[in-house]
Every structure is written in structure tokens, then in C-alpha cells.
């Protein structure tokens, strides 16, 4: 069965960068990209990006432009988000899911990552 | 970016009822339009793709309409496994954006 287990959770202080891992099974890798979903406490959700895993190519939020990286690692099936120069605002649950699947939807999701920016 | 409105924001209803809940994006996004169920503690999961299209092992009393502006999420027959947040998300363009949620409660 498909399934994606993200990394635990981080706290970071403001200014510094987080890494957050996805590793997938049970599928191809390469015939899915992988997007990166967050929300913030009591916020709503926040698309951030995704990443073909095929050709690696990248489509980025453009609010996020500049700060984040979105890698693959083909040899461990493993997706990563990496997001620079941390905010307190950047304090929320990281998800990453794959997709576009049919329709450009999300079809499976990883259990998601707390990250925690502060002081 | 396209503008997501999902209503109501909440409802209580009993076990058994029929539930609505509506979504409409600020421009017209064809049936780019999908549902995922939220759980606290739980990985999120796909309900309805492509507006009406039933994701694979989700249960039948699920269903989805509409196209262009307007979207509908229904709950046939309410189930207590069913009491959870619900998001509607539009995929037509980037950046993809989702609808406010509807915390679904037990009256």
C-alpha cells in the first residue's frame, strides 16, 4: 500500500533553515510528484509547492520564492522541504502528499511534521 | 489566486443525517476541484477528485457535484467515523489553494 512517513517534529530558532523528510513506498517514485501542504494554528491550509520526481523540476508559491527547496532522492524513494531563514510565522504542520495525481489532486498524505520557530 | 469559499464554516448534525457542504472558487476552475477529509492526528485523505469522482476505498454515502464556480460535498448517511474537518481544494492553477474548512460536530 501506498504510504508516505514524514520526519519528526523540529523546533528552530528565527533565522535558522529546517529540513523536513518524506519517504515513500509502494508505488514507482519517479510516476509521482510530491507537494508540500502546511497550516499554521488555527489557519488554513497553505499550499507550498511541488516537485516532479521524474525530471526534478519545481513549481514554488511564489510568497515562498527564494526561501524554500524541494529536493528527491530516487535511491531512497524520499522527498525533502527545505525552508530558509525561519519566521514565527513559519511555525505549523508541514504536509507532503502526492500528486497532481488524476485531476492534478493529492492522493496520499504523510502524517505531517510540527514545526516549531521560536526565540 | 483563486479565492476558495467553503460553507458553512461548522455544523452539528446527528448520525444518520444528510450533510451538505458547499465550496465556491472566484473564478470558474471546471471540475478542478477536490475533497479531503481531516482528522487531528491523522494523515489527510482524499474523498472526491476531479468534483464527482469517488477516490478508490472511500465509502459510497460520499459524493460530489458541480463545475465551473460552484461545488457540493455530500454525506449521505452520517457516520460516527465521519465527524471531522473537511477542505475543498482547487487544482486549475497554481498557486493551488484550499477553502477555509468545515468542522463537521456531533450534535
Known sequence: ?119 | DIQMTQSPSSLSASVGDRVTITCRASQSISSYLHWYQWKPGKAPQLLIYAASSLQSGVPSRFSGSGSGTDFTLTIGSLQPEDFATYYCQQSYSTPYTFGQGTKVEIK
Not at chain 1, 526534478?56 to 528527491?72: C, E, F, P, S
Not at chain 1, 531512497?76 to 504542520?93: P, Q
Request: overall charge positive; charged content about 20%.
Open chain 1, 1 to 119: 500500500q501506498v504510504q508516505l512517513v514524514q520526519s519528526g517534529a523540529e523546533v528552530k530558532k528565527p533565522g535558522a533553515s529546517v529540513k523536513v523528510s518524506c519517504k515513500t513506498s509502494g508505488y514507482t517514485f519517479i510516476t509521482y510528484g510530491i507537494s508540500w501542504v502546511r497550516q499554521a494554528p488555527g489557519q488554513g491550509l497553505e499550499w507550498m509547492g511541488w516537485i516532479s520526481a521524474y525530471n526534478r523540476n519545481t513549481d514554488y508559491a511564489q510568497k515562498l520564492q527564494g526561501r524554500v527547496t524541494m529536493t528527491t532522492d530516487t535511491s531512497t524513494s524520499t522527498a525533502y522541504m527545505e525552508l530558509r531563514s525561519l519566521r514565527s510565522d513559519d511555525t505549523a504542520v508541514y504536509y507532503c502528499a502526492r500528486g497532481p495525481a488524476a485531476k492534478r489532486s493529492f492522493d496520499y498524505w504523510g502524517q505531517g511534521t510540527l514545526v516549531t520557530v521560536s526565540p
